[in-house]
């Protein structure tokens, strides 16, 4: 059952210390008791400051070992505080305001925070795209359209897939890519979209081994000119993610990290609907005890494994 603060006053109640975030986070990571992670055992002993001793192989593990909270040197009230603003918030916050409401000392300190939990933002094992699916691109980047396929200097290529229901947009997948080859636009709808879906697009010949790939590919209309609307779900897409980043960001996204951002739009796009805003949190929470940990210079260096 899931379980989560509904409102603010909600939310303040719950969580007033350390060990009541803790305990929820306990029952994330361990829906049905505890197991330990070196000898699989699901009985511990409870030892201070969140941690637990396996019975079996006296490992002592931390509730929040292994997750995206891994070494950190902050109160977990803090970080739930900061994770409640964040999703709270319907357009989501920058660094900076992260630093400020929470009282941060630095801004590198919000800013690897925000980076680590847009990467808990992603749910392991998602399922993929499926049924009507539109398909297109768009630059991130600059004032002017660049050239269909050529790339353009300054500028990111994303690509959008957006599943159609009930004559409106779905579930949304956003991913940065090289370029609109075939290569780089096929391995796109193969790791976001189920065998057998209609995937509709433009004319651009990237797209014409699709049906290769066993799925049905529709042409809306033949052309291959950018700024031409002929996926009005994609196209609606784009200009909320480009308002999105010019008015949460102010348009201060590094290509390294777009990522990153694309992440969190597609989070929160896909639970716009959601009737209370605690279901982020707890859904942000649920992921962050599934993720490896990282490091700030892991992030700031753009190594991480997005597989």
């Not at 505890?34 to 699989?40: R, V």
């Not at 795209?129 to 500028?155: V, Y």
């Not at 008015?247 to 639970?271: C, I, K, M, P």
Request: aromatic residues 10%; proline residues 3%.
């Amino acid at each position: 059952m899931e379980d989560y603060p509904q409102n603010i006053m909600e939310f303040e109640t719950r969580f007033q210390t350390e060990e009541a975030c803790q305990n929820y986070l306990f029952k994330l990571r361990w829906p049905n008791g505890f197991n330990c992670p070196y000898c699989g055992c699901d009985k511990a002993w409870p030892l201070k400051k969140g941690t637990y001793q396996c019975s079996q192989c006296d490992n002592k593990v931390s509730v929040t070992a292994g997750t995206i909270f891994h070494g950190t040197h902050k109160p977990l009230l803090i970080w739930f505080r900061a994770i409640w603003w964040l999703t709270g918030q319907k357009n989501g916050a920058s660094a900076l305001g992260i630093q400020r409401i929470m009282g941060l000392g630095s801004y590198k300190t919000a800013w690897s925070w925000l980076h680590k939990l847009r990467r808990a933002m992603v749910t392991p094992g998602r399922d993929n795209l499926s049924g009507i699916i539109e398909m297109d691109e768009t630059f991130i980047g600059g004032e002017k359209q660049g050239k269909r396929g050529r790339g353009s200097a300054g500028k990111s290529l994303v690509v959008i897939l957006a599943e159609i229901k009930d004559a409106g947009i779905g579930r949304i997948r956003l991913k940065r890519i090289k370029d609109a080859s075939s290569a780089s636009l096929n391995e796109a709808a193969l790791s976001s979209i189920k065998e057998n879906s209609l995937i509709r697009t433009d004319g651009w010949n990237g797209y014409n081994f699709l049906n290769s790939l066993g799925y049905q590919h529709e042409i809306m209309r033949q052309g291959s000119n950018m700024g031409d609307d002929l996926l009005p779900n994609c196209h609606r897409v784009a200009s909320l993610l480009k308002r999105w980043l010019l008015g949460t960001h102010q348009g201060a996204v590094s290509h390294e990290h777009l990522d990153y951002y694309l992440d969190e739009f597609t989070f929160r796009f896909n639970r716009r609907t959601s009737t209370h805003r605690g279901k982020l949190f707890y859904r942000l929470l649920e992921n962050a005890v599934k993720i490896e940990p990282t490091t700030f210079q892991q992030i700031k260096k753009n190594i991480i494994d997005r597989s």
